[in-house]
């Protein structure tokens, strides 16, 4: 029964993650010099590559805004003490909702509704796939993780099949749907600055960028501000304090899971409306496990949730500079960069809490005596 | 046991069994024990007393080796020496008996004595020597207790005795019991303190930590008080009171029983029809239990923990369904049939003070703040924006916090860093905040200090007289028969008797909550 004074909340916003990111870069560094590579050379084309290569900057926030929409779906989840696996599944049937909204809308409304139904659309079909399990975790006591990885099976096997059978675009071969209507398509960065009479480079950077920053201040309306968000957090933190406080557990359980489904199935919007412009197959390429990591890194808080997207962002997009710059690092050798910092900041994101604290403690005792 | 050997050590020359010399320790910043001093004179039983959070457990788990001191020396027979783990303090015969008791309900007696010694691969050798021990300990200390039994098929009070005898077995020649009559009747209490006594006689050195001030003044020799994390002061009980060592612990004059004027009942708030209701395992936890509480007086439900008050408080309070029977609360009648929610409850003027309040109360990684709306979120208590308005609600925690004299005065603070009588008064006053109607409490001063113990005690009273219907359910009954205008007794679900608070005292109480009903139901 240690009693260990928990860290303040800079150090462990902020300290913390900078000391696992640090570790994390430190190991890969022993890696790269291993394999006989400059390890200082390597991080700095990455960070090259991440930010001043021209678009390189917009594939970064490109790729942000798709770690937002699954750390924020993580991080919603979490805060009710419920661990949603499922964002992948979620993104990916999110791009039914859009598919569905084109169709039955486009034909008859001026592009600015559709769009925003096409929002809508796929936030539903994101919250509709997180329903179920939310509903079997409430009422039937299914763990939530073991049901969100089932999911996701559900919705690769069910995209492949909708793909490569009834959506699949006329005449085709490979498995994608017909392209949604030029309405429902969002404006590229480089459109949207066009207007502005700027010229910057193309990239796949979208205006969905600014539905995920719109999202983070929902997120954090919606956690500290609204009396939902206090319910969500009392049924994370203690379910029976919340049964006393008369919280509905299980109705609340079930909200935060769709609520948490809805913000993956943004994602769709990114990939479907803004970059691929039709649903492809496996578009979600990973961005819902990853997001676990950004909900974790940034420690489930919309300002911590941006800078970690921000920092998967470019290490997907620098890391890919890294596989072109340099003959002995492939592209495996990303990935395990980017394993790396998933292991620290998300598995051991807690390993140098203990020491921190230590140390922290011992740095103000020794002010106290200065005093 | 009786020859110590004598060596001057550390300046102490006096031949105590255990002695502490100037032992700190400290978690972070929080320094939980400051330069202790105790010496133990070997074969007395000797008490330590102090509030919560005072210190006494962590001095305690330093003694057991569960914590190492930052500084300090520890004197065992004179000799100095260093604890570093359990097994040394069990090779220097220092046991344990803890609060909750560290046994394993589906082995047996004999089984569980014998853990930890299992005297090699087989056990055949290790269980003939340990009921052989077992035995003889039994005898010497008129303790037996078959050793084939299943612990889950023994009372509290055996069990307790399986836990002294496991520790006697180890060889113990100090016994630290801690809180060792929190969950007892009375007359167990009793049965332990006469075993303690010949564990005395017999040259056992016993360690009493206790808050419970009686206890300190029926048994021990000596008594030292711990304050703060320091030792404030070391008494010979037949030289002390209970005024003094009150006033010591506190550090302040404290009044042990609240002053209580005359109950005026009014109208009836609370009838309670037949209730009845079982354990999601099929066992009736409540038997047909009827009764009426009215406006303005405090109805004391007195029982040894677990005879059925923790489902009737969570039925009154709209936690739990009844499965049997029915209750009128205010006016408004619940039968099996009808939705019934806390919030149903509280909307009705109902107050629950819930008697475990780390797992009800209060969220202890909320804010004091957040925690002072628990349950009232959907009420004006959040302010009158249509989001959570931080500032009103900042307020409204300051208000109470000053009203109640929550300390440290911070509605940023995170509940678990409150001390236990805090955290009480926070859900206290957040419970009263609306003036309820009827007010269900649970162990209101469980784990809570002697001053905030006045308090409390004092408000409730003071909701009485404002014409509140309270239901008091304590497993103290000092607290019961100080505060109840009448005191119903429960035993397995049921009710034994219901008596005037006047009638009652220990002796009657600790019968009928055995289920002995000999008290005439008034």
Not at chain 2, 242 to 251: N, R
Request: proline share 4%; hydrophobic share 45%.
């Amino acid at each position: 029964m240690s009693v260990r004074k928990p860290l303040p909340r800079w150090a462990d916003l902020i300290l913390l993650p900078l000391i696992n990111l640090c570790a994390a870069f430190f190991v890969c560094g022993v890696v790269v010099w291993i394999i006989g590579e400059n390890p200082w050379v390597a991080l700095m084309v990455m960070i090259k590559g991440a930010f001043v290569y021209p678009g390189s900057l917009g594939y970064t926030l490109y790729y942000t805004t798709n770690f937002i929409f699954t750390g924020l779906a993580v991080a919603t989840a979490f805060h009710a003490n419920l661990f949603n696996i499922g964002g992948e599944g979620q993104a990916y049937v999110g791009s039914l909702g859009i598919l569905l909204a084109t169709a039955l809308f486009a034909p008859y409304l001026p592009s600015i509704f559709v769009i925003l139904l096409c929002i809508v659309c796929s936030a539903l079909m994101g919250a509709a796939w997180a329903l179920i399990p939310g509903y079997l975790q409430a009422k039937r006591g299914s763990h939530v993780v073991i049901t969100t990885i089932m999911f996701n099976f559900l919705a690769s096997a069910l995209m492949v099949w909708l793909l490569a059978g009834p959506l699949i675009q006329i005449g085709q071969q490979s498995p994608q749907s017909d392209l949604i209507p030029e309405s429902a398509h969002l404006p590229s960065a480089e459109t949207f600055f066009g207007w502005f009479g700027l010229d910057i480079v193309s990239s796949p950077l979208n205006l969905s960028f600014i539905l995920a920053l719109i999202a983070l201040f929902v997120f954090w309306m919606l956690i500290w501000k609204t009396r939902l968000g206090y319910e969500i957090r009392a049924v994370g933190k203690n379910q029976d304090a919340a049964n006393y406080a008369g919280i509905n557990v299980s109705r609340t359980i079930i909200i935060t899971m769709t609520i948490s489904g809805a913000f993956a199935g943004l994602l769709a919007i990114n990939e479907v409306m803004g970059v691929q412009h039709r649903a492809i197959l496996n578009f979600t390429a990973g961005y819902g496990f990853t997001g676990i990591a950004v909900a974790l890194m940034g420690r489930n808080h919309p300002i911590g949730i941006f800078f970690a997207s921000l920092l998967f962002g470019a290490l997907f997009q620098g890391g890919a500079e890294l596989d072109f710059e340099f003959k002995s690092i492939t592209r495996d050798m990303v990935l395990l960069i980017q394993g790396m910092i998933i292991l620290f900041s998300g598995a051991l994101a807690y390993m140098f809490n203990p020491a921190l604290s230590r140390i922290l403690t011992r740095v103000w005792k020794g002010g106290k005596q200065d005093d | 046991m009786s020859n110590v050997t004598q060596k001057t050590s550390g300046g102490s020359a006096a031949c105590y069994i255990l002695e502490l010399q100037k032992v700190c320790k400290s978690f972070g910043l929080v320094q939980a024990n400051k330069n202790i001093d105790l010496q133990i004179q070997p074969g007395t039983i000797h008490g330590i007393i102090g509030e919560n959070g005072a210190g006494k457990s962590t001095l305690m788990n330093i003694l057991y080796g569960l914590h190492r001191a930052d500084s300090g020396s520890m004197f065992i027979d004179g000799a100095p020496t260093r604890i570093k783990s359990s097994a040394d303090a069990l090779s220097l015969g220092i046991g344990m008996v803890h609060q909750h008791f560290m046994l394993i309900p589906r082995f047996t007696v004999l089984e569980n004595v014998m853990l930890g010694s299992e005297g090699g691969a087989l056990l055949k050798l290790g269980r003939a020597s340990t009921i052989a021990k077992l035995k003889e300990l039994g005898q010497t200390f008129d303790m037996e207790v078959d050793p084939d039994l299943l612990v889950s098929d023994l009372n509290v009070g055996m069990r307790q005795r399986v836990e002294i005898l496991k520790a006697l077995k180890g060889g113990a020649k100090i016994l630290i019991l801690d809180e060792p009559t929190g969950v007892l009747t009375p007359q167990e209490a009793t049965q332990l303190f006469d075993i303690l006594n010949k564990l005395r006689v017999n040259g056992v050195t016993i360690l009493l930590i206790t808050h419970k001030l009686a206890e300190i003044m029926a048994i021990t020799d000596n008594v030292s008080i711990m304050r703060g994390g320091e030792m404030v002061g070391h008494r010979k009980t037949s030289e002390t009171n209970p005024q003094e060592l009150a006033e010591l612990m506190v550090g302040r004059k404290v009044l042990l029983n609240v002053e209580k004027p005359e109950a005026m009942p009014m109208d009836v708030a609370l009838t309670v029809k037949n209730l009845g209701c079982f354990s999601s395992r099929g066992h009736k936890v409540l038997d047909n239990l009827s009764f009426e509480v009215r406006a303005g007086e405090i109805l004391g439900i007195a029982g040894v923990s677990g005879n059925g008050q923790t489902p009737l408080m969570e039925i009154l309070s709209g936690m739990r369904k009844p499965d049997e029977g029915s209750f009128e609360i205010l006016g408004k009648k619940i039968t099996p049939e009808n939705e019934v929610t806390p919030n149903i409850m509280r909307e009705n003027f109902i107050g629950h003070i819930p008697e475990d309040r780390h797992k009800h109360g209060l969220i202890l990684s909320f804010e004091a703040y957040e925690n002072m709306i628990l349950g009232f979120h959907n009420s004006n208590l959040t302010g009158t924006k249509k989001t959570l308005d931080k500032n009103y609600m900042l307020e409204h925690c300051d208000a109470r916090m000053e009203e109640y004299d929550i300390r440290p005065r911070n509605s940023k603070l995170l509940a678990s860093s409150f001390s236990g009588g805090n955290q009480q008064k926070i859900v206290v006053a957040r419970e009263l905040y609306k003036n309820p109607k009827l007010l269900i409490v649970g162990e209101p001063t469980r784990g809570v200090d002697v001053g905030a113990i006045e308090f409390i005690h004092k408000q409730l009273i003071a909701l009485r007289d404002r014409g509140c219907a309270i239901i008091l359910v304590s497993v103290e009954l000092d607290e019961i028969m100080g505060l109840s205008d009448r005191i119903l007794v429960m035993n397995k679900g049921q009710e034994v008797a219901t008596i005037r608070g006047e009638d009652a005292n220990a002796q009657n109480l600790g019968l009928m909550m055995a289920g002995i009903s000999q008290g005439a139901k008034n």
